[in-house]
Antibody, heavy 120, light 107 residues
Framework: EVQLVESGGGLAQPGGSLTLSCAGPGLALTHAMNWVRQAPGKRLLWISSISADGVRTYHADSVKGRFTVSRDNSKNTLFLQMNNLRPEDTAIYYC??????????????WGQGTLVTVSS | ENVLTQSPGTLSLSPGERATLSCRASQSVTRNNLAWYQHKPGQAPRLLIYSAFIRATGIPDRFSGSGSGTDFTLTISRLEPEDFAVYYCQQYGNTKTFGQGTKVEIK
């Protein structure tokens, strides 16, 4: 079954940094991609998107200036650099692929998520 | 921000029964860019429906979506054991927001 795999989650201290990665074993990541997170007891929240060529990036206001999405298409890998982490960033982080629908598209392939815990 | 409100919070049904899930938006959803996802604990979310009513690839026809503007519905005609999960709606316009989810549990 084709799926995405996230890695890099774990425990970080407030003010610390983590870098998440996302890859699709056997899958070429040629679509626009996004990161979505779910804090405990909360709804899913879109946080970052990146175009297929990596030129255009978008971030939710809650993470703007602290998180940076990027990709290495030669390695079929998506990244999320998270700096100045806060306790409220504690969540399961999912990477997801936008479908190729032209324009605004839903996410048609997701990973199982990686847990990020921010605590002292 | 277009806030999506799903109801009910929990739906307790038996296999074979019909499930009707609602998603209401605080503003009209642009071009009916509304999707439904199924999510089971520890698994990847799965796209079921997009553009309000189009089934994603490989999704059984017991799943159907309807609605437009601000009111949308996901219907599961006859629940199979594997359908018990949490379902989220999402509007995927310029800003991408999700509903809070409806849990479909076994009665």
């Amino acid at each position: 079954e084709v799926q995405l795999v996230e890695s890099g989650g774990g425990l970080a201290q407030p003010g610390g940094s983590l870098t998440l990665s996302c890859a699709g074993p056997g899958l070429a990541l040629t679509h626009a991609m996004n990161w979505v997170r779910q804090a405990p007891g909360k709804r899913l929240l879109w946080i970052s998107s990146i175009s297929a060529d990596g030129v255009r990036t978008y971030h939710a206001d809650s993470v703007k200036g602290r998180f940076t999405v990027s990709r290495d298409n030669s390695k079929n890998t998506l990244f999320l650099q998270m700096n100045n982490l806060r306790p409220e960033d504690t969540a399961i982080y999912y990477c997801a692929r936008f479908s190729d629908c032209g324009g605004d598209c839903p996410s048609d392939l997701w990973g199982q998520g990686t847990l990020v815990t921010v605590s002292s | 921000e277009n806030v999506l409100t799903q109801s009910p919070g929990t739906l307790s049904l038996s296999p074979g029964e019909r499930a009707t899930l609602s998603c209401r938006a605080s503003q009209s959803v642009t071009r009916n860019n509304l999707a439904w996802y199924q999510h089971k604990p520890g698994q990847a979310p799965r796209l079921l429906i997009y553009s309000a009513f189009i089934r994603a690839t490989g999704i059984p026809d017991r799943f159907s979506g309807s609605g437009s503007g601000t009111d949308f519905t996901l219907t599961i005609s006859r629940l199979e054991p594997e359908d018990f999960a949490v379902y989220y709606c999402q509007q995927y316009g310029n800003t991408k927001t999700f509903g809070q989810g409806t849990k479909v549990e076994i009665k």
